[in-house]
């Protein structure tokens, strides 16, 4: 007889009361003689005893990888102060904002062009009106607004890999997130909620209904799949990676996983190229590091220019790995290429990473194209 997960009756009263209402009849002794099992989990038949009622119960959960008390999770937030910048931002108005010798100074005959613009001072001044001193000695009108914050959001360092897919809830609504009883629009709702990026789950099984998925994260609750952003872990290198060290970027999910000595070390969320400025699926090596960047482009019709871009890795052309000060939400495309991360994530992948280490990018989907043509060889 093999049997595990040996349970004390008064840590799973409410389990049995809950599941064993239908095989309540058969708690007595059926007439072959045999009695009903203590409650644990039966992955193989035993032969004195019948694994019915909570026995049942607990060996589905289990089949499902749910004990009860839930295992552990090997994970742990980063060290806080990698989310810390040595930088002041400023984020530009969409117009030409020109550049000046000094407060209510002459205009120097250079500008910012209208577009998406982020650049880093050094000192404010009121002098019938505001200004702001760049790092380059430079001042501009104080035409737009400081970045008065940015995300503090982490991901998670692991001690092991976990055995179960796991999950961040992400803001499709306001504030959080119901949980169901059942997979479906027109199940009851639990009592449980989730918070965005607060809240971690563990996945354990897909179903579709309604005609979407719907994930298990534990004993009937469930949660419609488009709203987690999950992480399944693969500790088997892509195709090509001759060390235990690599990235990988899952396109579908939005979601970054780091493994090292082919076990799971770190994930997080992130914010991948958005039509048409996919991030474009392959391997690819590291090429080079810089623990700030300057990102420009000069298409006037698109203008872009962020100053002091934090902990940046160039992997595909002009396509990078770095800090996005400039975003508060993450688990959505939204760069122009580039793989978006929080500043304490960067920080930590920047210290983890070194050049020649490789990032694969992959759609499980299928929906990013991997035409060639399509990608530019600029990006932020």
């Known amino acids: ?10 840590m799973i009263a409410t389990m049995i009361f809950a599941h064993s209402s239908t095989t309540s009849a058969q708690g007595t002794e059926p007439e072959s003689g045999a009695v009903v099992c203590a409650p644990a989990v039966y992955f193989e038949l035993p032969g004195d005893c019948l694994p019915l009622g909570p026995s049942a119960y607990l060996t589905e959960m289990a089949n499902l990888g749910i004990t009860f008390p839930p295992r552990p999770f090997p994970s742990s937030k980063p060290d806080p102060g990698l989310t810390q910048l040595p930088y002041l931002y400023f984020h530009l108005e969409e117009d030409i904002v020109p550049i000046l ?42 035409k737009g607004s400081r970045v008065g914050e940015y995300s503090l959001f982490q991901g998670l360092q692991f001690k092991s890999t976990p055995r179960n897919s796991f999950a961040w809830p992400l803001p499709f609504y306001t504030g959080s997130i119901p949980v169901y009883k059942a997979p479906g629009y027109n199940a009851p709702l639990t009592d449980k909620i989730l918070y965005p990026y607060v809240d971690i789950v563990q996945v354990y099984a897909t179903q579709n209904a309604d005609g979407v998925d719907w994930n298990l994260i534990g004993p009937d609750q ?11 872990p693969n500790t088997t290198p ?22 090292d ?5 770190f994930a997080t969320v992130i914010a991948s190229g958005l039509e048409p400025f996919w991030t474009r699926p392959g391997l690819f090596p590291i090429y080079l590091k810089k623990e700030t ?28 790995l770095h800090g996005a000060y400039w975003r508060t939400r993450f688990g959505y495309p939204q760069s122009h290429g580039c793989i978006n991360l929080s500043v304490g994530d960067s920080h930590w992948l920047f210290n983890w990473a070194h050049e020649g280490d490789f990032v694969y990018v992959h759609d499980p989907s299928g929906l990013t194209p ?9 990006a932020y």
């Open 238 to 259: 892509p195709g090509g990676v001759t060390t235990g060290r690599w990235i990988d970027v899952d396109l579908a999910e939005q979601t970054l996983t780091v493994y």
């Open 261 to 265: 000595n082919y076990q799971l070390v």
């Open 370 to 378: 991997t035409d060639p043509a399509l990608y530019k060889d600029w």
């Open 1 to 10: 007889m093999k049997k595990l997960l040996l349970l004390p009756l008064g």
């Open 222 to 232: 469930w949660v419609e799949a488009r709203i987690l952003a999950t992480v399944t």
């Open 101 to 142: 010798s000094g407060p209510a100074g002459g205009e120097t005959g250079q500008a910012f062009q209208p577009g998406f613009v982020y650049v880093s001072y050094i000192d404010r001044v009121e002098s019938n009106g505001v200004y702001y001193m760049l790092q380059n000695g430079g001042w501009i009108p104080g």
């Open 293 to 320: 960047e300057i990102m420009r482009n000069g298409d006037l019709t698109d203008f872009y220019y962020l100053d002091n871009v934090p902990w940046t890795m160039y992997f595909d052309k002009a396509r990078a």
